[in-house]
C-alpha cells in the first residue's frame, strides 16, 4: 500500500508564491520517479514537471522559469516551488509517483488532489 500525502495549495494573489509537497508511504522499494500533474475545469491533466531519481527534471513550457521541482530522496518527498503565479495557474495539482513496492510491481500512483488558486 502507498500513500501520497499532499499539502501547500491554497489561494494567492497573481505575481505571489506557493510551495507544494507530497511525501510518499508505504511499502515502497524503488521509486522512479515523481511530479506534479495539474488540470483546470474543463480542460485536461496535464504534466507540470517531473524529476526522475538521480535525474534531469522536466518542465511544461508554461512554468518554466517560474516552477522549481525537487526531490528529497530519503524522505521520499518532491516539491513544486511556484514563484510568479498567474491566474492560469489555477487548478487542482496532483502529485504522482512512478514506483515499485515490496508487492506489486512498477506502476503510477497519485495524490488526492490539492488546490491552487490564482486571483486578485
Known amino acids: 500500500q502507498v500513500q501520497l500525502v499532499e499539502s501547500g495549495g491554497g489561494l494567492v494573489q497573481p505575481g505571489g508564491s506557493l510551495r507544494l509537497s507530497c511525501a510518499a508511504s508505504g511499502s515502497i522499494s524503488t521509486i522512479y520517479a515523481m511530479g506534479w500533474y495539474r488540470q483546470a475545469p474543463g480542460k485536461q491533466r496535464e504534466l507540470v514537471a517531473d524529476?526522475?531519481?538521480?535525474?534531469?527534471?522536466m518542465y511544461a513550457d508554461s512554468v518554466k522559469g517560474r516552477f522549481t521541482i525537487s526531490r528529497d530522496i530519503a524522505k521520499n518527498t518532491v516539491y513544486l516551488q511556484m514563484n510568479s503565479l498567474k491566474p492560469g495557474d489555477t487548478a487542482a495539482y496532483y502529485c504522482?509517483?512512478?514506483?515499485?513496492?515490496?508487492?506489486?510491481?512498477?506502476?503510477?500512483?497519485w495524490g488526492q488532489g490539492t488546490q491552487v488558486t490564482v486571483s486578485s
Open positions: 524529476i526522475p531519481t538521480g535525474g534531469t527534471p
Open positions: 504522482n509517483a512512478d514506483l515499485v513496492t515490496y508487492y506489486d510491481s512498477r506502476r503510477d500512483y
